[in-house]
């Protein structure tokens, strides 16, 4: 809306040029506008500068700008007590850990000495670990980093970092722990990470985010109280300046692209509906209820041939790696530079005569009864090859029907790696409910398109990458 960024834009200009020092807006200076209608006659010289507004939709209002004053800086409070790093190092001492529990993968972040990456799988009464090291740190480094910790803190020429975190820049305490166990996609180097702690009065030392920032190279934020004891690691205060606008003219109480704006957001947060991701692919309709499951129609097939053709690829992921897959083609796993440079990591081919000998060999991944089946099977391999294993990356595709999606035009995907280098990719969507009923005894399901199908109508392509 013009009129609120027209008024915003002038009040950061006055803020910062009374700073002298213009270096783009401060997330730390909140502005409330408010809409308070007309002003009772004891309000009408409200303290502070005024200006006339005027909206697209000719709408006016006299908005009092607030009176914004300068806050004194934690970091010119002089403090003489521990550093920082000697508030923190209890937590070395005791042994404790924080976890961090996701879909596949746990967490467990034992401050000063390891993190660990770890998945178990459950046969009988066999346990089996899949972990990675991602970072360890000796004993010996914190003697060493107590002695320079506090000389560091008196030197006005070192700063204290900040980190964005929900909006609002946070000083923190970073520990570097490398040393991890050796990564097969960074040219064997070991896996490092560093540990951010931040100030949080009602922390419990709890893993806020864990993120892969670069191949292997990891960034841990801990909320812990024992940093707040510290002036230069307590948030700045913030608080919000009101900005009273009153309609001038016969002007309604709030412009009308306002309240319009706001009318949508509702609706869109009512009709919102999230998946794990989620892919426009189709366009569907559902069919009238009758006593069984409801069935999905396709009302243009020529997307879902294009799926079996390998044409319509999917993308999925939200970390550093992301995941691209082909149907009949590949998996792949990649990541894009800033300078656009994509790294790739195959992790599977398909290749009809392989597949049909892990069917052989896997019976049980063999379609069931068309009455009973709700997904296919396929296997991807010849991969890159891995350097754990030395063996050729490779992956099971589940195709899996999506009878009753939150949104009838989702692709739902998943990539888990229960072995080293061997994958499962989930694909989970209303379109494989109409490619169940066309695969045969191995799974294979024929296509249209005859350039690609062979003489029996099964998938067999060429792969060029």
Known sequence: MDLLWELLLLIFVCHESKQNDIKGFDDTVLFNIDWPGELLPEDADLPGESMIVTSLHQEKYRCILPTI??????????????????????????TTCSFRLESYWTYEVCHGR???????DREGKKIKVQEYILGKW??????????????????????????????????????T??????????????????????CYVHGKHEVYSLKETSTCTYEIIILSPLLCAHPKYKPKETGEHKISCIPLEDSPKKPYSLVKLKQESAKLRRNSDLDRFRVELIQIEKEEPVTKAPEIKI????????????????????????????????VEQYHVEKDGRRVS????LFNKKTHLDWIEKHPHKRPK???????????????????????????????????????PNAVSLYLLEPKY?????????????????????????????????????????????
């Open 69 to 94: 004053s300068e806050k004194e800086s934690n970091q010119d409070i002089k403090y003489e007590g521990p550093s920082a790093l000697k508030l923190i190092s209890p937590l070395f001492t005791q």
């Open 114 to 120: 390891y993190i660990r990456q770890y998945h178990e």
């Open 138 to 175: 000796d004993e010996k480094y914190l003697d060493n980093m107590l002695e320079t910790s506090k000389e560091e803190e008196t030197d006005e020429n070192i700063q204290v970092p900040v980190k964005k975190i929900d909006n609002v820049n946070l000083p923190y305490f970073e520990v």
């Open 177 to 198: 722990m490398d040393n991890g166990t050796s990564c097969d996609l960074n040219n064997n180097k070991p896996r490092m990470t560093k540990v951010l702690y931040v």
């Open 299 to 330: 009302v243009d097939p020529s997307p879902v041939e294009s799926f079996l053709q390998g044409k319509n690829c999917l993308n999925g992921g939200t970390g550093w790696w992301k995941f691209e897959f082909c149907y009949g083609r590949y």
């Open 345 to 348: 990591i195959n992790l599977g």
């Open 369 to 407: 009864p068309l009455a009973q089946r709700k997904q296919l099977s396929h296997f991807y391999s010849s991969g890159t090859v891995c350097d754990k294993t030395g063996k050729p990356r490779q992956t099971e595709v589940k195709l899996k029907c999506l009878e009753n999606p939150s949104s």
């Open 421 to 465: 280098c061997e994958y499962i990719l989930g694909v989970e969507s209303p379109l494989i409910c109409d490619i169940l009923s066309r695969a045969d005894e191995d799974g294979l399901v024929p296509i249209v398109d005859d350039e690609i199908a062979d003489n029996e109508n099964i998938p067999t392509i060429n792969i060029k990458l």
